[in-house]
Nanobody, 123 residues
Framework: QVQLVESGGGSVQAGGSLRLSCAASGSTYSTVCMGWFRQAPGQEREAVALIYTGPGSSYYTDSVKGRFTISLANAKNAVYLQMNSLKPEDTAMYYC????????????????WGQGTQVTVSS
């Protein structure tokens, strides 16, 4: 099992930036893929950005391409989400997650989740 703890959320004005961090502990050697998800009130949770721990290849949902960047710590024990040019529609609770297989990552079937960090963007 992998334990995940997010930090770095907060309130910013539109156009601003935030950097989310997720510290991983426990059985991190089994992690194949890590990701950031978000959920706004009344909306379904969506995958924002994913990254494979081996090759480092990444995925972004269309609405954040060119604005958000996901990255891994060298020791693969942390994942970050740099968010630039933030928009009010980025307001949500952001969650870090980890998956143990490529298929789990592709199917968005993540077994480990953090508690979430709130991001609020005002216009």
């Amino acid at each position: 099992q992998v334990q995940l703890v997010e930090s770095g959320g907060g309130s910013v004005q539109a156009g601003g930036s935030l950097r989310l961090s997720c510290a991983a502990s426990g059985s991190t050697y089994s992690t194949v893929c890590m990701g950031w998800f978000r959920q706004a009130p009344g909306q379904e949770r969506e995958a924002v950005a994913l990254i494979y721990t081996g090759p480092g290849s990444s995925y972004y949902t269309d609405s954040v391409k060119g604005r958000f960047t996901i990255s891994l710590a060298n020791a693969k024990n942390a994942v970050y989400l740099q968010m630039n040019s933030l928009k009010p529609e980025d307001t949500a609770m952001y969650y870090c997650a980890a998956a143990r297989s490529v298929s789990s990552c592709r199917n968005r079937d993540f077994g480990s989740w953090g508690q979430g960090t709130q991001v609020t963007v005002s216009s």
